[in-house]
Structures are given as structure tokens and as C-alpha cells.
């Protein structure tokens, strides 16, 4: 009976530990800047001459931070529900930017993912 009891409690703690097995990034104590960081990877990727600036007719715009946060654009303390983060990330099957553009590269990346996990303030 001991030796089931003993068993049945290792199960259980490793268990608990799947969900701590995620590989997200660790956030660093440094606030990522909206104005700083993310607006000028917006800009310089998303901003494309068609896609999401402010004279698109087929891609609603990213020109400010109230753009940003329209809809499920941006789940502020949840980059994985962010459809911005899932797109430029590839998790989601609609990837941006398109193929024609370059993709974002992992830092950038990185950094929308902590400016989101973060809180995805206005500052």
C-alpha cells in the first residue's frame, strides 16, 4: 500500500511540473517601450505601403497605440491570445507580414512578446 501511495505521489508531482516545462521567454525587470520599441518595428515592418498604413483600404491601420490594442489585436499579459504576436511568431496560419515583405527577426519578435507579457503599456 506504501508503495502505491509513494507512487501515485511522484506521479502527481511530476504532473504538476508540465506546466512550468514552457520554453516562453523569461521577462527581464527593464520596461519594453511602446514608443522606444515597438512603434519603430510597427513601422518598419507592418507599415508597408498597402498593409496597415493609414492609407490602406484592405488592412486596418497600426499607426498608434489605441490601433494596436483595437480588438484582439494585443491581449495585454498574454502574448499566445495576441493575434498580432501569433502572426508575426508564426503561430498562426495567417503569418505576416506577407511573403513579399521580410519577416521580423527573433529579437523583434522577442520584444513584442515581452512588451505584451508585460502589460502592453502605453509608454
Same mark, same amino acid.
Request: aromatic share 4%.
Given at each position: 500500500m506504501k508503495k502505491y501511495f509513494l507512487l501515485i505521489a511522484f506521479l502527481l508531482g511530476l504532473l504538476a511540473m508540465i506546466p512550468a516545462c514552457k520554453h516562453d521567454p523569461i521577462l527581464p *525587470? &527593464? &520596461?519594453?517601450s511602446?514608443?522606444? @520599441?515597438?512603434?519603430?518595428i510597427i513601422r518598419g515592418s507592418c507599415q508597408h505601403n498597402g498593409c496597415h498604413?493609414?492609407? *490602406? $483600404?484592405? /488592412?486596418?491601420p497600426i499607426d498608434s497605440y489605441n490601433d494596436?490594442? $483595437? +480588438?484582439?489585436r494585443i491581449v495585454a499579459g498574454k502574448p499566445h491570445k495576441s493575434d498580432l504576436y501569433n502572426r508575426v *511568431? +508564426? /503561430? *498562426? @496560419?495567417d503569418k505576416m507580414p506577407k511573403d513579399s515583405y521580410? /519577416?521580423?527577426t527573433d529579437t523583434q519578435i522577442r520584444f513584442l512578446y515581452v512588451w505584451i507579457a508585460q502589460g502592453a503599456q502605453n509608454n
Open positions: *525587470s &527593464q &520596461q519594453v511602446f514608443e522606444n @520599441d515597438i512603434r519603430p498604413d493609414t492609407l *490602406s $483600404t484592405t /488592412a486596418k494596436m490594442m $483595437t +480588438g484582439e *511568431s +508564426g /503561430a *498562426s @496560419d521580410p /519577416a521580423l
